[in-house]
């Protein structure tokens, strides 16, 4: 039985930009990632806080203090 827990939350992040044109990944701020624990690659949950919406991708790591 495969069993999947919250291990880390970034709680009410603001998008700053979205490309229309690509599908597939998220970008966020290494800083962040060090202090919530997520790895290069990790596969997150992302849900929009305004219609509920949510999609499961994965994370590249953006540049320090962006």
């Known amino acids: 039985m495969l069993r ?3 291990r880390a939350k970034l709680h009410r992040a603001t998008v700053t930009e979205a490309n229309l ?3 597939g990944s998220i970008t966020i701020d290494e800083d962040l990632l060090d ?3 997520i790895a290069r690659h990790e596969f997150v ?3 929009n806080m305004n219609n ?3 999609f499961e991708t994965y994370v590249i ?3 320090r203090g962006s």
């Open 52 to 54: 509920g919406e949510r």
């Open 61 to 63: 790591p953006g540049p």
């Open 45 to 47: 949950l992302v849900s």
């Open 35 to 37: 202090l919530a624990g």
């Open 21 to 23: 044109e690509y599908e």
């Open 4 to 6: 999947r827990f919250l």
